[in-house]
């Protein structure tokens, strides 16, 4: 995290370079509009001025005098292509209120990685897509209400346990084997009662909120909305520079830090390691020569998170920070899915009061709900059968479909909602700057709007390089592949790396642009003749710069910044419940 503020602090100072070396060719627009407004009046020729809706302003005194400002070609040719002088006093003013409160709020996202390196990709990642951290925040917990929904009618012992760990591991690689009938005796036998628990209270950790947490995230709300009163109150004074835009596109930082803190993702790798490796020792598989330690069998267990026996295609899957839930969550629903499966059939099995051992009486327990051990207890090939288990618990070909039920629609949902707030964030700056004479679009609207694709690129190139990895990887064990299958699955796996590959790099180039564009507008950067007159938008023929706007009837501009406000605000809300309303049904 220290290294992503120095990293943010050296991008800043080369802004503050980049404009103090422009500053020699700064340019006073008031000044020169009214050099040239008062020349036009002395020769009573108005060509180039314009009034407040850019029409032509008529050869006379009065009408000259009351223009407001002058066309594109007349901008050029009187001021130049010069930017306006920067004010160092605005600068600081814009950058305390609109970006150092959002910068600071990065600190509270969860994190927890084994490397430095990846914390930092995630910040970026984070900064980079709001709708990949929002997509993969939303996803974990659909993936969880769902999971838990699944085990609601299963009543075999330890049941309730196993939604807790399963839930808890959507942050790591889960891995599932039944080799040499690992997780079905893990289900199955008495012996193995101590483990669930064990397990489901080491990984009952909490990082949620917190004084610091609480009040940071106040502190970036009453700012945000302390410097919006501030800017309404004048809308005239400043307009090129006005934070208002910047501090609206990265509004969708609340939701998500307040979202994580709800969640208290389980990502702290070492102490999840930690947590897996302690209970291990307790984890017992039943061999034809009796119930025995797993760890003297072999170093497989039933459910690890180690993906060194078992490489993923991916290596997005390995990392603990939660928004890397985008490339684990077919997988890890897969897995949940099929450990839900195993505890229903015995669970089936146990209300029909069929004991494991074939030829067995089913013996009643005295309590209510209870099951006797004795019922419990068999060989490899009985415990396999009672779970309706293969040999291997996760075939990879030809079994069972390799997509877990209802994923698509879960993420069909996840990515609705993430998109929703991507772009409630981002329309919002585009409107506040849209509607800031001179209307159109401009530099400032194009540097948002471009955000808000690259963001949602990146999102796409990373979830479908996450779709194809979990299909290879499931057909990769395939024992005869034809020459056609072969060179398709060679080439769909080139092709997820190279879209998370290139996904990344959008995402970093976007995080830095995010904090550039910033600091262009605070920096008066965007405040030439080129950006002020919205030539993109109005084209070179129609564009004009609106200087003077003492006067100006700005009624659209006050509108259109109260409606982003409504706009991104009322989205991130919205967002904030649904989530909640979710968070709410799942057990954790």
Known sequence: MMQLMCDTTKILLFLLLLTSLKGAYAVNFTDCFINFRNNANQTLNAFGLVNAT???VANSSSEILTAVGFTYDACLSQCGSGTQKPNWANISQQFSAWLLPYLALISHLPFGARH?????MSAILTIGSPLLVGYSMILTILNARWISRRFENVSFPNAKHAVRILISLQQTPLKITNEDSLLSSLIVLPENDDWWPKIADSLDYT??????SATSIAWVTVT????????ISDVSGNLNSSGQGAGSIWLWLIPIVIGWLQLSPKCDYVRIKRAMDN?????FVATYHGVIKASDLSERRAISMDSTLEHSLSPDESLTPPIYNYARAIPWSRSAEDVFNAFLMASNNSRMHRPVKTGDIWKNAVGKNVIESSNRSGNPSEVNAYCRLPRYAAPRYGVRSPWASGIFFRMFMASLLSIALQWATTGAAVLVVYFTPTMGLGCRSLGYILYGVLATMVWAMLVTSSIISHYTYLYSARSSWSPFFSITMRLAKVISNLLRW??????????VWLITASMLQFADVYDNCYCNSSVLGRGVQHA??????????LGLTETAWWGGLALACST?????FFMSLWIDLVPI
Do not use: E, P, Q
């Open 54 to 56: 850019g029409g032509n």
């Open 544 to 553: 004009y710069n609106i200087v003077m706007t003492d006067n100006l009837d």
């Open 116 to 120: 430095r390196v990846d914390n930092l």
């Open 207 to 212: 990082l949620t909120w917190s004084i610091a």
């Open 502 to 511: 290139s996904g990344k790099f959008l995402a970093t180039v976007n995080a």
């Open 224 to 231: 945000y909305l302390l410097a919006f009163i501030g800017s």
């Open 279 to 283: 209970a291990d020792a307790m984890a």
């Open 572 to 576: 991130c809300v919205g967002f904030v």
